[in-house]
Structures are given as C-alpha cells and as structure tokens.
C-alpha cells in the first residue's frame, strides 16, 4: 500500500565557517499533519557524525568544514531518505519527501526466536571494537501550570570498551554542561529523578540487551510481528509488537521492536508501562509528607547506522506523576521528568580518556548556568530549547 502524504523539511540553513566547523540548520514537519518530526536523524554516515530534530522539528547541525562535499543523509522511521550532498544547502531549500510506501510482511516463524537471533546478532551488527561517543545529555522537569522548572544540559563522552568476546561498562564524562533551577518550585519533589540518568540513556546494546528482554525475562512477554513492514534509512524494516503474559510481570511495558529486514539488526525500541509497571516504578506512599503517584513511564532507543556499524544515536526516558503534600493540601501538581541522550559522534577508541576521578557520577552536580544562549556549545550538536523551555531564564532571573 501506497501512502501519497508529503513530509515537508524547511530548512533554513547558513553555513559558518570558524574554527574549522560548518553548520546547517533548520526544520523539520510532516506536510499532511503540518507536525514537527522529532524522530528526525541527520548524518554523515561515512564519517560518525550525527544530529536530530528537537520536539518542534527543529535542529542545527554541525560538521567540520572538511566534509562540506560529503553527502547528509536525513532519515526518520517511515519516510524515505533526503540525501544532499552537505555544500549545497542554501536559505532557500524547499525539500519535500514521500512517506515510504508500506508493505505486507513477509517475516515467517517464531517471533521470540527472531528476537533471540536479533540480539545474537549485536556484535556482528553493532560495535564490537572499543568506541567513544560524544553526544548532548538532556535533564527537565516540567510542571502543570508552571512550565520548565528544572533543566540540566551538558555535552558527554561515553566510552564503550565493549570487544566481541566480552562486554564492560561505558564510563561517562561530562565534558561541558550547565543548570538551570527553579529552586522554590522543585524543592517539593526532591528525591524524585535520578542520581544520574546519564548511565541509563547512555548504555547502548553492546554493554547489554535490555533487563526486561534478557535471558529468561524474555519469557514474561508475548510477541506479535506486525502485518505491515515500512522504511528506515532506504531499508526495509519490520515491527513486532510485545505485551505482558499477564499482570504480575514486575515494570510490566508494552511496546515495539523495529527490525532491519537485511541484517536482523535493531533499530528501534520503544514501550509504555502499563499501569501496573508504573506503580511498580513510581510508588504512592507518602515520603517527606509527599505522596506520589505515577500516572505514566515510557522511553525508546534509536540506533543509527554509521560506518557500516549500528550506532546508538537516540535515548529517552519520561516519568509523570502527580504530587500531593500532605500537610498542605493546596500543594498538587502533575510532574513531568524527561532525561535524553543525543549521539554526535561515534568513533573507535585507542586509549581511554576518562580518569576515574573524572566519571560523572551525578548529574545533580552540573554548575549553574549564566545567560542561556546558544553559543556556549561553540560547535557541539546539541539539541535545541524549545520557547517554552527559554521560559526558565525569566523564572529564576537570568538573561536569555
């Protein structure tokens, strides 16, 4: 079956050139929804490098200036690729894309047995050497009413010394990062949020399959391939659904899995808690005369592929629940916590550049940031702040 609707990317790009980097910017909506794509991946596969869209479309990536004659590949799940070589982008560049056409799937057998290879299958389709990544960390809460009230941005490097004989674990360093705080306001939900999300939007398939799908929890699920296969990267990709054998699963989540057809490598993974998974996540018990209670969880990861490699590109996770104190009763607010990862670079690793004294160990303790600008990521990808989260610059008094 054919799908006719157009995706639209208006990019306004303008090319800088300073210190050896370029950039292009823009934005990127689906033309028959007018929606912003925020699973929209930019790259120059040849060479690790990589960028995505923001929750508005949005993005602006850079690249140094020696690859202006190599080709940027924009790829989203379902759309067919816009392939233009990275010089040729200009003010006024209109690109229209056709949704990729969907097919009837062919995939036969077991579907846990596909999914067993699948992950069988990582070290021949996913790093199997020592790589380091450098990608742009994302940290917000948001509440009902108030808006953004809590932001920790940084750009990290993650070591992956994974071979293909054995596995480790990615060590991270925050290499620039700032923080912006709404302290009257997130004081009522302290001991929410991680120490460090960065460990877990970080860790990619190399250091291990999922918990929930590994070894014998891979039992606690059903699985279901999906009647209909769609593109990804010019590739033919097919889904396969998977839901809890019954109630009593522990962090019970629905979700999909995206397969490339060629290879069996991973693509995507995403699910939502059902809602006993929440409340096996974020309790109701009163805590610091705080009750809490989860209304959702769910999260993804995208892999991209860069030199020949299924890289992790995309990483994120978001927690609602609502907050009552109970001594003062006018105090209830829904939560919203989002944490992100977003991979610039993928490239092989020689030496470790992260000293143990160096490993980031929580991100509570990134500095506090000054005017939020744009211009103190210098040429580090990074994704860009919607107006709404500009918003907090006003609430605790800094210029934006």
């Given at each position: 079956m054919r799908i006719n609707s157009i995706l639209i990317l208006f990019l306004f790009p303008f090319l800088v050139f300073s210190q050896g980097y370029s950039s292009i910017s823009g934005k990127i909506i689906d033309k028959e929804t007018q929606q912003p794509l925020s699973n929209a991946y930019l790259s120059i596969p040849e060479k690790g490098f990589s960028s995505q869209t923001n929750a508005m479309g949005e993005f602006k990536f850079f690249f140094p200036k020696i690859d202006l004659d190599s080709n940027i590949v924009i790829a989203?799940?379902?759309?067919?690729?816009?392939?233009?070589?990275?010089?040729?982008?200009?003010?006024?560049?209109?690109?229209?894309?056709?949704?990729?056409?969907?097919?009837?799937?062919?995939?036969?057998?077991?579907?846990?047995?596909?999914?067993?290879?699948?992950?069988?299958?990582?070290?021949?389709?996913?790093?199997?050497?020592?790589?380091?990544?450098?990608?742009?960390?994302?940290?917000?809460?948001?509440?009902?009413?108030?808006?953004?009230?809590?932001?920790?941005?940084?750009?990290?490097?993650?070591?992956?010394?994974?071979?293909?004989?054995?596995?480790?674990?990615?060590?991270?360093?925050?290499?620039?990062?700032?923080?912006?705080?709404?302290?009257?306001?997130?004081?009522?939900?302290?001991?929410?949020?991680?120490?460090?999300?960065?460990?877990?939007?970080?860790?990619?398939?190399?250091?291990?399959?999922?918990?929930?799908?590994?070894?014998?929890?891979?039992?606690?699920?059903?699985?279901?391939?999906?009647?209909?296969?769609?593109?990804?990267n010019d590739s033919l990709v097919y889904s396969m659904s998977f839901w809890p054998v019954n109630k009593r699963v522990k962090a019970a989540r629905n979700g999909k899995i995206w397969l490339n057809v060629n290879n069996q490598a991973i693509v995507r993974i995403e699910y939502e808690m059902t809602p006993e998974g929440v409340k096996d996540v974020i309790g109701g018990s009163f805590v610091d005369n705080t009750k809490k209670v989860g209304k959702s969880v769910k999260g993804y990861t995208q892999f991209l592929p860069l030199d020949g490699k299924w890289h992790?590109?995309?990483?994120?996770?978001?927690?609602?629940?609502?907050?009552?104190d109970k001594l003062e009763k006018k105090f209830a607010t829904e939560a919203t916590m989002t944490v992100q990862f977003m991979a610039n670079e993928s490239l092989k690793m020689g030496r470790s550049a992260i000293k143990f004294d160096d490993e980031l160990l929580t991100t509570n303790d990134f500095p506090k940031g000054g005017k939020y600008e744009e211009k103190f990521w210098v040429q580090s990808n990074h994704l860009l702040p919607t107006p709404a989260m500009l918003e907090i610059a006003d609430k605790i008094g800094v210029k934006k």
């Open positions: 989203a799940i379902g759309y067919k690729n816009f392939i233009k070589k990275a010089s040729e982008f200009d003010s006024t560049n209109v690109i229209a894309l056709e949704r990729a056409e969907l097919l009837a799937s062919v995939q036969g057998g077991d579907p846990k047995t596909l999914l067993k290879e699948a992950f069988a299958l990582v070290k021949k389709n996913n790093p199997s050497s020592p790589m380091y990544q450098i990608g742009f960390y994302l940290e917000t809460i948001e509440m009902a009413k108030l808006g953004f009230v809590k932001i920790n941005e940084g750009i990290l490097r993650v070591e992956r010394p994974h071979t293909a004989k054995q596995t480790g674990i990615e060590k991270v360093k925050l290499l620039k990062g700032r923080k912006y705080e709404w302290t009257g306001q997130t004081a009522k939900l302290d001991g929410w949020g991680f120490m460090n999300g960065a460990a877990i939007v970080t860790r990619s398939l190399e250091g291990g399959i999922p918990d929930y799908l590994d070894k014998g929890n891979i039992h606690d699920y059903n699985f279901k391939i999906d009647s209909l296969m769609t593109y990804f992790l590109q995309d990483s994120k996770l978001v927690f609602v629940a609502e907050f009552e």
